[in-house]
């Protein structure tokens, strides 16, 4: 028999932050796990000088990741001790370090092999558990151990996003000019910590820089409460505070009697401007997303328009602009990662790169940029990219890192074995390499398109004949990564950013609270846009998630419990519910990137919850403050009037 003793709980984030609640962990003096106080130019100034100030509080919810597979995963040692692991991950090396940590083996004696993942959305970027437990389990039983969750215990027992209630304070002068920005923060950390303090952290960086507003105030508090711990979920805590900051332009918008897209372009962000937290602007396209997708949308005249359509519907517009890192970060000293590239006597060429393939077309791009360099189709191209035994070092696939970091990477290995090649085709043709250009396929003389010699035939040439094999190494190395760790620079953490404007068209059925998303029209900054057809499918993947976490989208807890672990309770949006779409591809050309391409991955889902809110405040004269605005919430708020 075993007997429990129930100890007092807390559930709510503010009620777990009184000096009066019960410890969640009792080593420690408050539920507080961590805080972070950010503070740029004079904030009361800028409150002094502004013109109008508006305060309000947005709450957003807890959501799971929903996906394809559950997590799971196999376990195994071989006669030399050596212990495999296979499961879905999107960042392999890190995973097996903490495996050898955890396990206390070394390092060498543990290899990860990654298997088909069905999209990760961050939640396949932490060390889960069930992995050092087969491991241990195997080792005892000396046969493979396999663990998989069933789709209920994935719902509750996997990390979700973090629920934020944001207090936001922004001061404008009357021309609409953003002078001052004031944000706090509750992070709802559940019972441990995991990427609570990096998405608390990150959002207020994305928080002091969107704008450059000159005056910024950021607090920000992580608290444990008695519930299912949070991760890394795209977006990373960038879309929480999103929702409340432009929710409340709008509203700005309103009091000045302004076009929220003229408001958006007086403060928009520019190339080559440093904002107050210390960010440099490289490439930037934002002025450009705004006008196109105000332009594509109809947005001036649908604007204009009566709302009203008959029986007890409205149609509405709105919009959401955003900024995301478009490279990672330089969060952990480290921004770098190496690819080789090997040319077989038969012209293939095997890549050897960390790019995790997710379901993002990562495996697609690395492809694309090494057939580029070398002139040939990406067809004779392949990409080995799921095992640490054989892949580069690398921190794997998040913050939208992939094509920039190991697209450079896998750009500057195809270079190094090209200039073998040319070698090779100069003697063949005799012509110094400089005199000659690699493309479809074949070696070309610049002057003289008529001489040519095949590609292959070239490789052929160097290995049977002049005796020496063909590869590659490359290597992307951010030198500042190492220093801005050490400095703590907060605003130099981004390498390089994304911006994006999207438009959303919707009718309300005020009788019953339904929403129906009609239209929309995304307009990102891609830097160089490697696959077009895959970044419009990442945008409007990423949009139909926004979507959901806008409407429908919420882990419904009693006492800490998951009332609704199953997708008959929790509604999570598919193909079916999916809008017209308008994808455009803003080329601003980034500086630092591939062929000047920056990361697409997460930004589509950033301000999808601020542009449906925008909408619908545009089609009923309703402001919905909290999420999800699902079909119950909008009927009693309408119905009440609230603001």
């Known amino acids: 028999k075993v007997e429990y003793e129930v100890l007092p709980a807390v559930f709510d984030p503010e009620e777990a932050m009184r000096p009066d609640a019960p410890l969640i962990h009792t080593d420690r003096e408050s539920n507080v796990a961590f805080e972070g106080h950010k503070s740029f130019g004079d904030i009361e100034k800028g409150f002094f000088e502004s013109d109008y100030i508006f305060e309000d509080r947005y709450v957003t919810s807890k959501v799971t990741h929903c996906c394809l597979e559950t997590h799971g995963c196999i376990a195994y040692f071989d006669q030399l001790g050596m212990l495999t692991i296979r499961a879905p991950h999107q960042a392999s090396h890190t995973a097996r370090q903490e495996l050898a940590r955890i396990l206390d083996i070394p390092l060498s004696k543990v290899k990860i092999i990654q298997t088909t993942v069905g999209g990760g959305f961050g939640q396949r970027l932490v060390t889960d558990m069930k992995e050092p437990v087969a491991a241990i389990l195997s080792r005892i039983t000396e046969r493979p151990v396999k663990i998989v969750n069933t789709r209920e215990e994935e719902f509750s027992t996997a990390r979700t996003r973090y629920p934020y209630i944001i207090d936001l304070k922004t001061g404008v002068r009357k021309d609409g000019k953003i002078l001052a920005r004031q944000a706090k923060v509750i992070v709802d950390n559940g019972a441990y910590n995991d990427k609570g303090p990096a998405t608390l952290n990150y959002a207020g960086e994305c928080f002091s820089i969107l704008y450059n507003v000159p005056h910024i105030k950021y607090d920000g508090y992580g608290v444990y409460t008695n519930k299912q711990f949070g991760t890394a979920f795209r977006g990373f805590g960038n879309p929480q505070l999103h929702f409340a900051m432009e929710g409340q332009l709008d509203d700005i918008a309103e009091k000045l009697s302004m076009d929220p897209k003229e408001l958006r372009l007086r403060n928009a962000n520019k190339s080559g401007e440093e904002v107050a937290s210390g960010a440099k602007i490289t490439s930037c396209g934002f002025t450009d997303c705004i006008n196109q997708a105000v332009e594509k949308s109809g947005w001036k005249e649908k604007r204009a328009k009566n709302s009203y359509l008959g029986d007890g519907r409205y149609r509405g517009i709105g919009m959401a602009a955003m900024i995301h890192t478009g490279a990672g970060g330089r969060f952990y000293s480290y921004a770098a990662t190496d690819t080789f590239v090997k040319l077989s006597e038969d012209g293939m060429v095997t890549v050897i790169s960390p790019a995790a393939e997710i379901g993002q077309g990562a495996t697609m791009v690395i492809a694309q940029i090494t057939a580029e360099v070398l002139g040939i189709n990406p067809t004779e191209i392949t990409v080995i990219n799921n095992n640490t035994e054989i892949t580069p070092y690398d921190l794997g696939a998040w913050g939208s ?73 490359g290597r992307y190395y951010d030198p500042l990564a190492p220093q801005v760790a050490l400095d703590r620079k907060y605003g130099h953490h981004l390498p390089t950013f ?22 929309v029209t995304a307009a990102h900054d891609t830097g160089r846009t490697i696959n077009p057809m895959m970044a419009e499918g990442q945008i409007e993947g990423s949009v139909l998630q926004g979507l959901g976490y806008a409407l429908t989208e919420e882990c419904v807890e009693q006492e800490g419990n998951l009332l609704n672990p199953n997708f008959a309770d929790y509604k999570i949006w598919t193909a079916l519910d999916s809008p017209s779409y308008d994808v455009i591809l803003i080329e601003s050309i980034d500086p630092d ?33 909290q999420l999800p605005m699902n079909q119950e919430r909008i009927f009693f708020g309408l119905n009440q009037g609230e603001k």
């Open 498 to 519: 994304a911006f994006a404007c999207q438009v959303v068209e919707l009718e309300v059925d005020t009788l019953t609270g339904q929403v129906k998303i009609i239209k």
């Open 593 to 625: 990137g591939p062929f000047g391409a920056k990361g697409i991955g997460e930004p589509g889902l950033v301000p999808m919850p601020a542009a449906v809110a925008n909408a619908i405040y545009h089609a009923t004269g309703v402001r919905f403050k």
């Open 401 to 473: 890192r992939t094509s920039f970091i190991c697209g450079n990477a896998a750009k500057s290995a195809a270079e190094e074995v090209k200039k073998e090649v040319m070698t090779a085709a100069g003697k063949m043709l005799d012509k110094s390499p400089r005199a000659l250009e690699a493309k479809e396929g074949e070696i070309y003389v610049k002057d003289h398109p008529d001489l040519f010699v095949a590609f292959k035939k070239a490789v052929e040439f160097a290995i049977t004949r002049l005796g020496y094999p063909l590869s590659g190494r």
